[in-house]
Every structure is written in structure tokens, then in C-alpha cells.
């Protein structure tokens, strides 16, 4: 539902910050790679993936 996902990437934006969210969002719901999640932000690789490990933790505790 678009309503499940605006909830989830709003919760994640007010708990890991709205750049990890983002991360997030383009890369499971947009599909992209970390280079790609990078080119598309103008984050450097390093902090995109430092984003995607913050967040990822944060999903494992919030959806397990």
C-alpha cells in the first residue's frame, strides 16, 4: 500500500534521519545500487554506505 510506505520512510526520516532514509527508499523501493544511490544523491560511496548500514540496522530491530 502507498500509504504503508509513506508511514514507513516518514518513521525512518523522524528515527535515522532523512539522508538514511533516503537511502532506503531508493534502494529497496527504486531498486538502485549503492554507486547509483550515490550519483543520484551526490553523496560520496563511503556515506551512502555507512546510511544503508545505519539504516538497515534500524529496519532489523523495527520490522523483525
Not at 534521519?17 to 527508499?25: L, W
Amino acid at each position: 500500500h502507498a500509504d504503508d510506505y509513506g508511514l514507513v520512510v516518514k518513521h525512518a526520516e523522524d528515527e535515522i534521519g532523512a539522508r538514511a532514509a533516503r537511502v532506503v527508499e531508493l534502494r529497496f523501493f527504486c531498486g538502485l545500487g549503492m554507486e547509483e544511490i550515490a550519483a543520484v544523491t551526490g553523496s560520496p560511496l563511503r556515506t551512502v554506505e555507512r546510511d544503508y548500514k545505519t539504516a538497515r540496522l534500524w529496519l532489523q530491530d523495527h520490522l523483525a
